[in-house]
């Protein structure tokens, strides 16, 4: 059998979907895996999965997500922003090989876009449920009122799922 007839995408396009994919699969892995999401200050860090606080230079710890206040929904949402971004990522290269090789990948697009918003929903609502931030009794001693800002972990985490969801989608588009 013949696999340029078989391509399901033209060779200008399917280096689009890989280069679209690998771009999208590094910004979502770095926005779940090593990017802030907020920041109080110089001395909170709020990811997915926990929290790193540095109140002083040597001396940094890391903590679950139960101290800030957010609620059983909010730390849920956080492991599952974690597990649906990683998920997404595997999909993602996993694709990014399908379309590589001259394959159709239309169940690994499928897959694709369904784990892509799955991913955008649980970062919705980690995002949405953030509870802000005040010391817990007993640390608020000597600190400045706290002002938790956004940083760049949700925008990569959205560029991510977005160029996932794009890959995908050019995929399973119908061919004349």
Known sequence: MNRAKNAHVSGKLRWVIVALVLAGATCLAIGVGAS???????????????????????ACMSGDLGWLGGGELWRRAGFATWTAG??????????????????RGTTLAGMTLVSAMTAAVAGAVFVWRFPGM??????????????????????LYLAGAGAAAIAAMIVLRPRA
């Open 36 to 58: 802030t999401w907020w920041k109080v200050g110089d001395v909170v860090e709020v990811r997915p999965t926990g929290t790193q606080s540095c109140f002083e230079a040597d």
């Open 134 to 155: 005040s010391w817990p009794q007993g640390m608020a001693e000597g600190l400045p009122e706290p002002d938790a800002s956004m940083a760049a972990g949700p925008l």
């Open 86 to 103: 990683m998920i997404t990522v595997l999909a993602m290269v996993a694709l990014g090989g399908a379309v590589a090789a001259k394959r």
